[in-house]
């Protein structure tokens, strides 16, 4: 059965795709179902599993959008 994922759960998987991959959920085209597929996993799991599963390449630390000042 699939979850729908939370506003909450929503902005920390996008925060954590913006980290890994300087896009979110809607810039990597997922729907409410792609999404529900990763309700199972902590956000930063969740992000890093699907960028394995469609071969994303990670950003670099430096260049990332959410790197810490």
């Known amino acids: 059965m699939l979850h729908r994922l ?6 920390a998987f ?7 991959y300087s896009i979110d959920h809607w810039d990597a085209g997922m729907d409410e179902y792609l999404l529900a ?10 992000a890093l599993a699907f960028g394995e599963g469609y ?5 670099d630390p ?3 959008l959410r790197r810490k000042k």
């Open 6 to 11: 939370s506003q909450r759960s929503l902005r």
């Open 14 to 20: 996008d925060e954590a795709m913006l980290e890994f």
């Open 37 to 46: 597929c990763y309700t199972d996993l902590p956000a930063r799991e969740a």
């Open 55 to 59: 071969d994303l390449n990670r950003m």
């Open 62 to 64: 430096f260049w990332s």
